[in-house]
Nanobody, 116 residues
Framework: QVQLVESGGGLVQPGGSLRLSCAASGFTFSNYGMSWYRQAPGKERELVAFITSTGVGTKYADSVKGRFTISRDNHKNTVYLQMNDLKPEDTAVYYC?????????WGQGTQVTVSS
């Protein structure tokens, strides 16, 4: 059974940092690219960052470039999202997503709230 389990969300002040983790199981993690998406209240879900299977290639939404960093550890079957200089507009539920040999999979999401 494919599982993606996010953790690391919480409440942070503007300018602060958080590190999200997504632990994957049930598929060959090292063979597939992985993504982080987010969905703010009343808005559509949007792609935040993508990383290739080896971790060499990454892509970011313009709104997070220079502030967020996606990475992965294929030995731990985990993908990370380091978020720095957080802004109130980064407030959203963050989801881990990947397409694997069994199809597309989403995590349950983790809430990130940026507020003073």
């Amino acid at each position: 059974q494919v599982q993606l389990v996010e953790s690391g969300g919480g409440l942070v002040q503007p300018g602060g940092s958080l590190r999200l983790s997504c632990a994957a199981s049930g598929f060959t993690f090292s063979n597939y690219g992985m993504s982080w998406y987010r969905q703010a209240p009343g808005k559509e879900r949007e792609l935040v960052a993508f990383i290739t299977s080896t971790g060499v290639g990454t892509k970011y939404a313009d709104s997070v470039k220079g502030r967020f960093t996606i990475s992965r550890d294929n030995h731990k079957n985990t993908v990370y999202l380091q978020m720095n200089d957080l802004k109130p507009e980064d407030t959203a539920v963050y989801y881990c997503y990947g397409i694997n040999e069994y199809g597309a999979s989403w995590g349950q999401g983790t809430q990130v709230t940026v507020s003073s």
